[in-house]
């Protein structure tokens, strides 16, 4: 008896579901064209096309002699004006206060000065933004960049998050809801596989009325196509 219910109330939730076609298009989950800020001489390259990377990973850098220079003049600067603060602070209640005020202005401004060193500093490496894999590379050794005009160096894509951008047709737009299943196959394939609405674009195409949405998968190769069915509670 038990059987017989369970095959009711999946025949019952059959009947009310819609099927609604959607195209779709498989992007990287995480794509980013990466650019020094700074400008410079590209003095050192550690990746290529292929490579893959970990957030934070030092990609390329810059000449940057002079601002290691000037970093550690200022980290100099900033350490003995710190130790003198440190021994002014100690009798502050028996010196006169404007020369307490001097000390610890020279100690404000020397701290001041090395953070602003230090953001020049690491302004002359490229890191990654986040793991991923670099699937295009635009720069050589010698090349010079400008921080007025970003030059993209290189272009890079999580490594096997992938997120599916479906198109469906705008008169399912009140039927089709975050969660709903999505059975589909790529282009050329046999295989038939299933994701869930993670994302709803809250506005059509105007040039064919068409809905956007998007399903999170793995490890298929970005610029893919297909198509398949949104399976969702028919709300009409």
């Known amino acids: 008896m038990k059987k017989v219910l369970i095959t009711l109330v999946m025949f019952v939730s059959m009947l009310n579901a819609a099927e609604v076609y959607a195209t779709f298009i498989v992007h990287p989950l995480k794509d980013a ?31 940057n002699k002079d601002l290691a220079a000037m970093l550690n003049v200022a980290k100099t600067t900033y350490k003995y004006a710190k130790k003198d603060y440190e021994r002014q602070l100690k009798i502050k209640n028996l010196i006169d206060e404007a020369k307490f005020d001097a000390v610890a202005n020279r100690y404000e401004s020397a701290k001041n000065q090395l953070a602003y060193q230090e953001a020049l500093y690491n302004k002359t490496f490229l890191k990654a933004p986040f793991d991923g894999v670099i699937y295009a590379k635009k720069i050589e050794l010698g090349d010079a960049v400008s921080g007025m005009m970003l030059k993209t160096a290189f272009k890079i894509q999580s490594k096997s998050q992938r997120k599916l951008v479906l198109e469906f047709d705008q ?29 709803i674009y809250p506005r059509a195409n105007l040039a064919d009325r068409k809905i956007g949405a998007e399903v999170l998968a793995k490890n298929f190769l970005p610029g893919l196509f297909g198509d398949g069915h949104i399976i969702t509670p028919d709300k009409k």
């Open 171 to 199: 008169k399912y737009r009140n039927i089709v809801k975050v969660g709903d299943t999505f059975v589909y196959k790529l282009d050329g394939d046999s295989q038939t596989y299933r994701g869930k609405i993670s994302k």
């Open 33 to 63: 064209q990466l650019a020094f800020i700074a400008s410079g001489l590209i003095d050192k390259i550690d990746v290529t096309v292929g490579s893959v990377v970990k957030k934070g990973e030092v990609l390329a850098q810059l000449q």
